[in-house]
């Protein structure tokens, strides 16, 4: 049974830092592209960040970029998303997803975890 599970959220002022993580059991995650997505209240689910099986990274959106590393322990089996500079709209739940390669469409992820709830306020 494939399980992704995402851990690290959390609630954070402007301009503070959080790592989220996504580990995964029945699935080897180098095998895959693991992208982040996340979804704030009342809005589409939108990509975030994405590593691929041979380790390029692509950010899915450009609001991210020079804030969002995402990165892989695959002795851990284990895909992060490090966020600094976190803004106000941050805040959504993150979810984790794994497919053959780094698309920008949701629906073309078969694998999801729960989410984790990050909420970045003051």
């Known amino acids: 049974q494939v399980r992704l599970v995402e851990s690290g959220g959390g609630l954070v002022q402007p301009g503070g830092s959080l790592r989220l993580s996504c580990a995964a059991s029945g699935l080897t995650l180098d095998r895959y592209a693991i992208a982040w997505f996340r979804q704030a209240p009342g809005k589409e689910r939108e990509g975030v960040s994405c590593?691929?099986?041979?380790?390029?990274?692509?950010d899915l959106t450009d609001s991210v970029k020079g804030r969002f590393t995402i990165s892989r322990d695959n002795a851990k089996n284990t895909v992060y998303l490090q966020m600094n500079s976190l803004k106000p709209e941050d805040t959504a739940v993150y979810y984790c997803?794994?497919?053959?390669?780094?698309?920008?469409?949701?629906?073309?992820?078969?694998?999801w975890g729960q989410g984790t709830q990050v909420t970045v306020s003051s």
């Open positions: 590593i691929r099986r041979g380790g390029g990274r692509s």
């Open positions: 997803a794994a497919a053959g390669d780094c698309w920008s469409n949701y629906a073309l992820y078969g694998f």
